[in-house]
């Protein structure tokens, strides 16, 4: 070593290296330090950034189509859009709001947003909203965006939910078609689904699609289950406790059901792909609206679109899908809502729902959807969310620890375990999050 | 006065010598900086943050409640969490069978492999060519292959039973959960840990096998006599590798169990994240972070200062 650092110091004076090392140490720092550029100079348009979740393929083409619109047509405002992957959207939200950096526009996963609306990240829109264009929205639009008396987010489309039917397979089996004013009961369903086990060319009567993993379907998709049961996730009058609601006795019998589901056969707990129901091995098919598509075009006119079932008490059905909000970090509110505006009218929410075949948010745009309107294939999830059959997942800042605190005991009860041991694990790390919280106080 | 020098020329005096030492203490410190400098923000700083928030009830999103500060107790509620215990279980299972079968699978792959033979280096490609691969993307294929019902591992099985065997639920299973990410996890590590042994192999002289045969050492005795005690270093190093693989296990997890069934193949870093990305709880994720840190520091102290103590003997 001390011979190396004197054939060094023999070629380098110590003293014309040492600036040098201090200058290196010091460059990477000072760019940091250089202030960003002011966002909008007096004279330029004014900025307004938005994040958005890259969805599929047809999704952003729209909403890009739309943003371009929006900036040719408004030369003072200029849009920019920053994509980020969905596998972590919600992650990397989280972090930039921890960093202070969150833009103008955010859109966010149906009940994400009352965590941020509690933090006080995302100012109320009901100042900026007339009342003409309120009553237009989906009744389930507005009661998912509202958190705290406000509204605080709005959607170009929301999601429907039911049973995609294999008709050939249904008539075999001897089932009767349901309709939304009587759907199949809890006994119908069942001897339905062991008569169907029956039916020659069906492997699984009922396809689940748990080839969605964890993830937010099996709370989107498997709740209701346990609601037309009379259970809950939580306590929906305090929402400070899950405590004998998600392990109380519906919510048990409803799980224990959902269980037997793969024990007896019926549905397969651990499938490959997800083509169990357009491949003719799956006579029913419980999924959202963005399977329509793929069901349509492998059944034709074998395609059934059936309403949630009534399990006990009143049919359940699920709602919401990503929506818009805007940040209290954003200086120019009045600018991004005219973006929201621009995003939320009618022409705009029929070129995005005719991309991702969602339910339109508004109205007026369902009754001239080819899909949605009364004599439409999908009429009945329109249906759903117009006549409250659909339920708004819990709606409270708690909602993060209650999603996958379900779907892991969800996923866990269907490897086998015993389902009040999970349901009681779930209650625990539901109460212990709200108890850290504080009981998610809300300021008035 | 004494100096920690020693002096080899008369003519230069302790003053200079004190002061050329300085200088080159200097100039050590000067070299050391740039990295010293990266530590510092990148592992240091966070580390002592992390320490900090440990003591805290700090979110990932903050507002509206103020982060207070609790004391100990993360630390307490962490004696009483079942499935942190499990974690730590598993992780020391983990480690309890991968590195001494990962190491001496990669010892046996590297003597099968260092002979003189056509299309060696065929092979060696081939078992090389997992590590290469992103372990995200092999997570996914072996989650296909462990499928209970139409993955290719159960077909296997069945097939050289004929029938007597399976099918299992393996990643399903509370039992074969764990297991089967350990398979998967040597299958992935084993060929970088074989090229490592093999370089090993090339160091040691021919000359002492040579040496050995004219005194009439067979094979066996060539191996357990000159290998072994020559590749000792080499072990040691993949020794410490596999530990540090062993406790760093997540993307298995991540991408194929989710931690699950029940907790069966949870681990300390995948639920870290777990606690505080999913669930917020950053406070409570640093406290698992600084034990963890502990943990670590506690496993890899005994190997470092045999390594050292050694290596002393040698000189």
């Known amino acids: 070593?001390?011979?190396?650092?004197?054939?060094?110091?023999?070629?380098?004076?110590?003293?014309?290296?040492?600036?040098?090392?201090?200058?290196?140490?010091?460059?990477?720092?000072?760019?940091?330090?250089?202030?960003?550029?002011?966002?909008?100079?007096?004279?330029?348009?004014?900025?307004?950034?938005?994040?958005?979740?890259?969805?599929?393929?047809?999704?952003?083409?729209?909403?890009?189509?739309?943003?371009?619109?929006?900036?040719?047509?408004?030369?003072?405002?200029?849009?920019?859009?920053?994509?980020?992957?969905?596998?972590?959207?919600?992650?990397?939200?989280?972090?930039?709001?921890?960093?202070?950096?969150?833009?103008?526009?955010?859109?966010?996963?149906?009940?994400?947003?009352?965590?941020?609306?509690?933090?006080?990240?995302?100012?109320?829109?009901?100042?900026?909203?007339?009342?003409?264009?309120?009553?237009?929205?989906?009744?389930?639009?507005?009661?998912?965006?509202?958190?705290?008396?406000?509204?605080?987010?709005?959607?170009?489309?929301?999601?429907?939910?039911?049973?995609?039917?294999?008709?050939?397979?249904?008539?075999?089996?001897?089932?009767?078609?349901?309709?939304?004013?009587?759907?199949?009961?809890?006994?119908?369903?069942?001897?339905?689904?062991?008569?169907?086990?029956?039916?020659?060319?069906?492997?699984?009567?009922?396809?689940?699609?748990?080839?969605?993993?964890?993830?937010?379907?099996?709370?989107?998709?498997?709740?209701?289950?346990?609601?037309?049961?009379?259970?809950?996730?939580?306590?929906?009058?305090?929402?400070?406790?899950?405590?004998?609601?998600?392990?109380?006795?519906?919510?048990?019998?409803?799980?224990?059901?959902?269980?037997?589901?793969?024990?007896?056969?019926?549905?397969?707990?651990?499938?490959?792909?997800?083509?169990?129901?357009?491949?003719?091995?799956?006579?029913?098919?419980?999924?959202?609206?963005?399977?329509?598509?793929?069901?349509?075009?492998?059944?034709?006119?074998?395609?059934?679109?059936?309403?949630?079932?009534?399990?006990?008490?009143?049919?359940?059905?699920?709602?919401?899908?990503?929506?818009?909000?805007?940040?209290?970090?954003?200086?120019?509110?009045?600018?991004?809502?005219?973006?929201?505006?621009f995003i939320l009218s009618p022409s705009q929410i029929a070129r995005m729902t005719a991309a991702n075949g969602a339910v339109p948010a508004r109205k007026s745009v369902i009754a001239q959807s080819q899909l949605y309107a009364p004599n439409g294939p999908l009429h009945v999830f329109a249906l759903q969310l117009l006549r409250g059959i659909a339920e708004p997942r819990p709606i409270t800042p708690a909602y993060p620890t209650i999603t996958s605190a379900f779907s892991e005991a969800v996923i866990n009860i269907v490897d086998g375990f015993n389902v009040k041991t999970e349901l009681d694990k779930a209650v625990q790390k539901i109460d212990q999050d709200i108890q850290d919280n504080e009981g998610y106080p809300t300021r008035q | 006065m004494h100096l920690p020098f020693r002096a080899t020329t008369s003519t230069i005096t302790p003053s200079k010598i004190l002061r050329r030492n300085r200088k080159e203490r200097y100039l050590s410190w000067a070299f050391a900086l740039p990295a010293l400098t990266l530590l510092l923000i990148f592992l240091i700083i966070p580390f002592l943050l992390a320490i900090y928030f440990s003591l805290t009830n700090q979110r990932l999103a903050p507002e509206p409640l103020p982060t207070s500060f609790l004391g100990l107790r993360n630390y307490a509620r962490m004696l009483t969490d079942d499935t942190l215990r499990r974690a730590l279980f598993n992780n020391t299972f983990f480690g309890i069978v991968v590195v001494p079968v990962e190491t001496g699978l990669a010892l046996f792959l590297a003597l099968l492999l260092n002979q003189k033979l056509r299309g060696m280096s065929v092979f060696r490609a081939i078992y090389f060519s997992p590590v290469v691969t992103p372990l995200a993307a092999i997570s996914v294929v072996w989650a296909f292959l462990y499928n209970p019902g139409q993955g290719l591992i159960n077909a296997f099985l069945k097939a050289i039973s004929f029938g007597h065997l399976g099918p299992y639920t393996w990643l399903n299973d509370a039992n074969l959960a764990l297991p089967a990410i350990m398979f998967l996890s040597i299958w992935q590590g084993v060929g970088l840990y074989m090229i490592i042994y093999l370089a090993g192999l090339q160091n040691i002289p021919q000359s002492l096998y040579e040496a050995a045969r004219v005194d009439g050492a067979g094979r066996w005795h060539q191996l357990w006599y000159i290998t072994l005690p020559q590749l000792r270093n080499t072990t040691f190093f993949v020794m410490i590798a596999t530990t540090v693989q062993a406790f760093k296990l997540y993307t298995q997890v991540e991408v194929m169990t989710q931690g699950g069934p029940g907790s069966a193949t949870v681990t300390v870093i995948w639920y870290m994240v777990n606690q505080g990305i999913h669930h917020l709880h950053v406070g409570y994720a640093s406290a698992i972070a600084v034990v963890f840190f502990l943990l670590v520091l506690i496993r890899i102290i005994p190997i470092l200062r045999y390594v050292v103590a050694a290596e002393k003997r040698e000189e």
């Open chain 1, 1 to 341: 070593m001390s011979r190396f650092c004197e054939t060094v110091r023999d070629k380098l004076q110590w003293r014309r290296i040492f600036p040098l090392l201090i200058l290196l140490c010091i460059v990477p720092s000072a760019c940091s330090i250089t202030p960003f550029a002011t966002s909008s100079s007096a004279s330029g348009p004014i900025i307004v950034q938005l994040f958005y979740h890259s969805g599929q393929e047809a999704e952003r083409a729209a909403l890009s189509t739309t943003l371009q619109a929006f900036n040719d047509s408004h030369p003072h405002i200029q849009v920019e859009a920053v994509q980020l992957p969905e596998g972590n959207y919600i992650d990397q939200v989280n972090v930039a709001a921890m960093s202070h950096s969150l833009p103008c526009l955010l859109d966010f996963d149906g009940p994400t947003l009352y965590r941020y609306a509690w933090s006080g990240y995302l100012v109320p829109l009901d100042k900026y909203i007339p009342s003409q264009m309120r009553d237009d929205f989906l009744p389930s639009i507005l009661q998912q965006g509202t958190y705290n008396h406000h509204l605080y987010s709005l959607g170009q489309y929301d999601s429907g939910l039911g049973f995609y039917a294999n008709k050939q397979y249904l008539r075999a089996a001897g089932a009767r078609i349901p309709t939304i004013d009587s759907p199949w009961t809890l006994s119908e369903l069942n001897s339905i689904l062991a008569r169907l086990k029956h039916v020659a060319g069906v492997q699984y009567p009922l396809d689940l699609n748990m080839t969605a993993g964890g993830g937010e379907w099996i709370t989107y998709g498997f709740s209701p289950f346990v609601e037309s049961f009379g259970g809950d996730l939580i306590n929906r009058r305090t929402y400070l406790s899950a405590k004998g609601v998600l392990n109380g006795s519906n919510a048990a019998a409803a799980m224990t059901w959902f269980q037997n589901l793969f024990k007896q056969g019926y549905s397969n707990p651990w499938p490959v792909s997800d083509t169990g129901f357009t491949f003719g091995q799956a006579a029913l098919d419980w999924g959202g609206h963005w399977l329509y598509a793929g069901n349509h075009q492998a059944l034709g006119d074998n395609l059934l679109v059936l309403p949630a079932p009534n399990l006990g008490k009143g049919a359940k059905t699920g709602m919401g899908s990503w929506s818009w909000g805007i940040t209290s970090s954003c200086k120019t509110p009045d600018a991004a809502w005219q973006v929201l505006n």
